[in-house]
């Protein structure tokens, strides 16, 4: 079924076009307090979200579930996996022949996967909102994710101006985001087992009512109830850790996306660097003659 692959919460935000007004009312207070408000009952589901109980029922109805006793089963399913350990992944993985090959063709498929998580809408709206070069963006990664928030940081920084990388080793990471503005970006990288403090940033960040872009997995961190747009990428590994190879070349498509509508100002940018970097070249060696 196509909603225990994407995950539940994925679904909801890829239908809420083709929602009524009711229905949306129970996608936003699902996804505000996700998994949590749908494994209640369907009584207090629909008194949360001040609607009626058989409203429920054609919304659940909706995402492709034959019930609410479904719905559930799924989200706890969900739940069960966002807290899952890698040690205890670990034990549960059978034993390979050919671990090096698995792995290969595991990421392969996590590029396939990959394709049919994410929202067209949402990516079309982040290379809009990175390829905006009056906005200031600011990229935060996770204990698993820094590199890609480094890299991601890297790049851009070749692109356009006004990109910066939260320190996420420092003890309270929101702070570094206190001058943040309006129209400013915050870019967070978070995968199960999903980290308080990068939950924090990005509440801190919508509420300061910057656009937050979040990369994540398919049963969604909980920062995704304050995100704008959400990149899901597949990460299935073989092995207890989890994949990155999907968000990597998310990273890689945006990067290229984004010098596509920058164009010539991205070019004479890198021409710029270029030359700064040549003249340090030249001046090192100068210096040590």
Sequence with gaps: MAVTEKGVGEVVRQRLDSLSPAERRLARVLLASYPIAGLESVARFAERASVSPPTVTRFITKLGFRGYPEFQES??????SRLSSPLARYR??????SV???????????????????????????????????????????????????YLAGQLHLLRPGVGLVDAERSAPAQQLIDMRKTDVLIVFD?????????????????????????????LSPASAFARQVLVTSVETVGPFDSLVGAMAVVEALIAAVLGE?????????QSLERLRAGDVLG??????
């Excluded at 549960?92 to 022949?97: G, Q, T, V």
Aim: with cysteine; glycine share 6%; charged share 35%.
């Design 75 to 80: 989200l706890r399913r969900e739940v069960q």
């Design 191 to 219: 995968y199960r087992r999903y980290q308080p403090d990068t939950i924090e940033c990005a509440r801190v960040a919508s509420s300061r009512g910057c656009d937050v872009i979040l990369f994540t997995d398919p049963w």
């Design 284 to 289: 090192g060696s100068d210096s040590g003659s």
């Design 262 to 270: 920058l164009g010539a100002r991205a070019e004479m940018r890198m």
């Design 100 to 150: 090096v090959n698995d792995a290969l063709e595991v990421s392969t498929h996590n590029l396939r996967a990959t394709l049919g998580l994410l929202s067209d809408r949402d990516v079309k709206e982040a290379v809009k909102l990175l390829a905006d070069v009056r906005r200031r963006i600011m990229i935060l990664g996770g204990r698993v994710s820094a590199p890609l928030a480094r």
């Design 92 to 97: 549960d993985e059978p034993k390979r022949d």
